[in-house]
């Protein structure tokens, strides 16, 4: 049977999860006796113009230049999944969604702000400017989802399967102490489930970077985060804004 053609394009990212996959190990490694990667810039300088089978997009829509290439993409590819944070909600990016175009820029560019190059715009999912057939979620991206989910597509799989309950389900089947026991806080409760729960196990709050679950009860979660996660008001209002800046109830 024919290896099926895989590529990884970047867009406004910091690669992370590209870099994450590089350090997969054995399990990636394995996938390399069904899967021919055809293009992957941390990884391999080749490029190509030819068809993809499956096209995996990393980073957010921050700009209408990117548009034509998103586009291009999607037209040879028969499958798009977008993957990490960036790429599935506007991720860390999207934070910039809340200020002044004008102001942020002159804060990160100074007085090149208005070079054309440094053209931006709102911090988009992928899925704002193209069709995407699948999502991973997570910042980076978890190792034994993406295995999973390109498994499942070299097997021709139509539907794959993510979680919809919260990463505290995840938790409580693993036996962690829970953070607010300890002291601490944790979006736990709102974030969406799927990677295990290996934060509040290794005694770091979750900070919901797989997004929101869909109705995410927001005005609970910042009194329990007042109330006993000891959190100032502003703080517990802003804290799940991290990674879900697109997907608050006052999301733009
Ligand atoms: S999801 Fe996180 S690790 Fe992946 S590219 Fe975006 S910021 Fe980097
Ligand atoms: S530590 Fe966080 S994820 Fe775990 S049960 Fe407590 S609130 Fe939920
Ligand atoms: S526990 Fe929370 S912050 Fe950690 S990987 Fe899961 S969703 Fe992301």
């Known amino acids: 049977m024919a290896k099926v053609k895989v590529a990884w ?3 406004c990212c910091c690669e992370g999860c590209q870099i994450e996959m590089t350090n997969f190990g054995e399990p990636f490694l ?3 006796d069904h899967v021919e990667p055809v293009e992957f810039r941390e990884a391999m300088s080749e490029k190509t113009t030819e068809r993809i089978n499956v096209s995996f997009i990393e980073g ?5 230049a990117d548009r034509k290439r998103l586009e291009e993409i999607r037209e040879r590819s028969d499958l798009v999944v977008a993957y990490g944070a960036c790429a599935v909600t506007g991720g860390v990016n999207a934070l910039k969604n809340r200020f002044d175009m004008d102001d942020y820029k002159e804060c990160v560019y100074g007085a090149d702000k208005d070079m054309p190059h440094l053209d931006t715009q709102e911090a988009k999912p992928v899925s ?3 069709k995407v057939d699948y999502e991973i979620p997570g910042c980076p991206i978890s190792r034994d989802e993406f295995i999973r989910v390109v498994t499942q597509l070299v097997h021709g799989t139509t539907k794959v399967y993510t979680p919809s309950y919260p990463v505290c389900v995840e938790c409580k089947l693993r036996e962690t102490v829970c953070r607010y026991a300890d002291g601490d806080h944790c979006l736990g409760p709102i974030a ?3 990677c295990g729960a290996p934060c509040p196990a290794d005694g770091i709050p979750c900070e919901a970077c797989r997004g929101l679950v869909d109705e995410p009860n927001e005005e609970s979660m910042v009194k329990v985060l007042q109330e006993r996660g000891g959190l100032p008001e502003r703080w517990a209002k802003e804290k799940s804004m991290m990674f879900t800046a697109n997907q608050r ?4």
Do not use: H, P, Q, T
């Open 128 to 130: 704002a400017a193209i």
């Open 30 to 32: 394995k996938l390399l």
């Open 192 to 194: 969406k489930a799927g």
């Open 9 to 11: 394009f970047d867009f």
């Open 249 to 252: 109830g006052d999301a733009k």
């Open 60 to 64: 957010s829509f921050s700009r209408e």
